[in-house]
Every structure is written in C-alpha cells, then in structure tokens.
Nanobody
Framework: QVQLQESGGGSVQAGGSLRLSCIASEPTFNIYVLGWFRQAPGKGREHVASVSRRGVMRYLADSVRGRFTISRDNAKNTVSLEMNNLKPEDTAVYYC?????????????????WGQGTQVTVSS
C-alpha cells in the first residue's frame, strides 16, 4: 500500500504563503487520486483540495478557492499544495491523502491512505 510523507508546514503571519509537499512510496502512483485535508483542534477532518489521476480535474473547498492550488507530478510521485493569502482560520494539521476512488469524494472516510500530517499555523 502507498505510504505518504508530508513536508513544508510552519508558522506564518496572515497574508503569507506556504507550500506543502507530499511524496509517495508507491511506484504506481498514478492509480491514486490525491488530496489534502486539514484538521483544526476540536474539529473534524475537512477536505481542502484534491486532484484526479492525470492532474486534469481539481476540487477545492470553498474556503480556500482562489487562494490555494493543488498540483501533482506523477514522474516524481509528488503532490503539492500552494497556499497564498493565508488566514488564521487556515491553522490546522494538514494531511496528504490517497485513494483509489474519485477525486470529487470530499469526505475523509472515502480516503484510504494518509500521511502523518504537518502543522500549519497562521498568526494574525
């Protein structure tokens, strides 16, 4: 099964930018749809962005649309999340996820494989 490892979290001030990356161990990387979810303290895990197997279809949560961009590189087994104009409400642990289902499945229960998570903290 695929193993996922995130990197790139950190602390920034509101309005700043961060780029999260996730690398997968699975050589047949392109059989998976990929996504990013986040979980703030006391809240459930919510969908942020997801991308189809060839990177053509992208799905973004309304709260991040226009600020975040998801992309994948199947040659490098990576998926990235570019986050701009960050807000304090973006503060959460961000998780990379993979699924053999569909990228438009935005419920965490539909995603089978998860990274360990990386903390993103945005201060006002």
């Amino acid at each position: 099964q695929v193993q996922l490892q995130e990197s790139g979290g950190g602390s920034v001030q509101a309005g700043g930018s961060l780029r999260l990356s996730c690398i997968a161990s699975e050589p047949t990387f392109n059989i998976y749809v990929l996504g990013w979810f986040r979980q703030a303290p006391g809240k459930g895990r919510e969908h942020v962005a997801s991308v189809s197997r060839r990177g053509v279809m992208r799905y973004l949560a309304d709260s991040v649309r226009g600020r975040f961009t998801i992309s994948r590189d199947n040659a490098k087994n990576t998926v990235s999340l570019e986050m701009n104009n960050l807000k304090p409400e973006d503060t959460a642990v961000y998780y990379c996820a993979a699924s053999t289902g569909e990228a438009y499945h935005t419920t965490a229960q539909n995603w089978s494989f998860w990274g360990q998570g990386t903390q993103v903290t945005v201060s006002s």
